[in-house]
C-alpha cells in the first residue's frame, strides 16, 4: 500500500512570492492533515479535513495561508505572499477517519524562504 | 488544552547502551499518548502508542514505553541502542473523545548514537 505522497519535496523561493504544496494521502483516509514543523521543533497541526471540508483551522495564519481538498482526496497548501519566517516543513498526514487515533505521515516538503 | 514535555534536546547513547527518551504529559482528560520517530528528510513513523489497553507497550524497532498515571509519564526505552536508532523522537498527547484527533507534539529528542 502507497504511503502519504507529498510534493516537491524541497522549495526555495524568494520572499513575497507564492507557493504551493501538494498531497496525496492514504487511498481511502477521510481525514487529512497539515502540520508544520520549525527546525528544532515539533509538528503543529494547521489544519484538519474530514473529507472535502476543513473542521478545525484554526491554527491557519488565514491573512497569507489557504488550503484546500475539492474531491476530498488530494490536497494543496498555498502560502501567497510567502515570508522568512515560512521556512519550515510542511508535513501531511491522514488517517481513516477523526475516531482513528493514528495519523500517517508524508516525508514532507522543506520550504527555505530568502 | 493537551501537551507534552520533553527535556533534553539532544540526548547521546553508546552502541549497546540503554535509550531512555522521558516523555511527561498534562491532559484534562485520559490521554492517547504516541511515539513517533524521524529519520533524516524523512516523515514521522509510529513507534508504539497507548489507548488504554496494557500500560506496557511494545513498539517496532525493539522499543517500548510505560504509561504511568501516577507520574503522567510516558517514557521510551529500548535496552540495547543500535546505530540505526540515531535520529528524533517525539513524544504526542491526544485527548480521547474530543472528537478532533489533535496530536500535541513535543520538541522532541536528537539520539546520537556512538560507537
Known amino acids: 500500500e502507497a504511503g502519504v505522497v507529498q510534493s516537491p519535496r524541497y522549495k526555495i523561493i524568494e520572499k513575497k512570492q507564492p507557493v504551493a504544496f501538494w498531497c496525496n494521502p492514504i487511498s481511502g483516509h477521510n481525514t487529512l492533515y497539515w502540520y508544520r514543523q520549525n527546525l528544532g521543533q515539533g509538528p503543529e497541526l494547521l489544519i484538519r479535513y474530514e473529507n472535502e471540508e476543513a473542521v478545525d483551522d484554526s491554527q491557519l495564519p488565514k491573512d497569507r495561508f489557504s488550503a484546500e481538498r475539492l474531491k476530498g482526496v488530494d490536497s494543496t497548501l498555498k502560502i501567497q505572499p510567502a515570508e522568512l519566517g515560512d521556512s519550515a516543513v510542511y508535513l501531511c498526514?491522514?488517517?481513516?477517519?477523526?475516531?482513528?487515533?493514528?495519523?500517517?505521515f508524508g516525508p514532507g516538503t522543506r520550504l527555505t524562504v530568502l | 488544552a493537551q501537551s507534552v514535555t520533553q527535556l533534553g534536546s539532544h540526548v547521546s547513547v553508546s552502541e549497546g547502551a540503554l535509550v531512555l527518551l522521558r516523555c511527561n504529559y498534562s491532559?484534562?482528560?485520559?490521554?492517547?499518548l504516541f511515539w513517533y520517530v524521524q529519520y533524516p528528510n524523512q516523515g514521522l513513523q509510529l513507534l508504539l502508542k497507548y489507548t488504554s489497553a496494557a500500560t506496557l507497550v511494545k513498539g517496532i524497532n525493539g522499543f517500548e514505553a510505560e504509561f504511568k498515571k501516577s507520574e503522567t509519564s510516558f517514557h521510551l526505552t529500548k535496552p540495547s541502542a543500535h546505530m540505526s536508532d540515531a535520529a528524533e523522537y517525539f513524544c504526542a498527547v491526544s485527548d480521547r473523545g474530543n472528537g478532533n484527533n489533535r496530536l500535541a507534539f513535543g520538541k522532541g529528542n536528537q539520539v546520537v548514537v556512538i560507537p
Open positions: 498526514a491522514s488517517s481513516p477517519g477523526t475516531t482513528y487515533n493514528e495519523q500517517f
Open positions: 491532559s484534562s482528560v485520559p490521554p492517547y
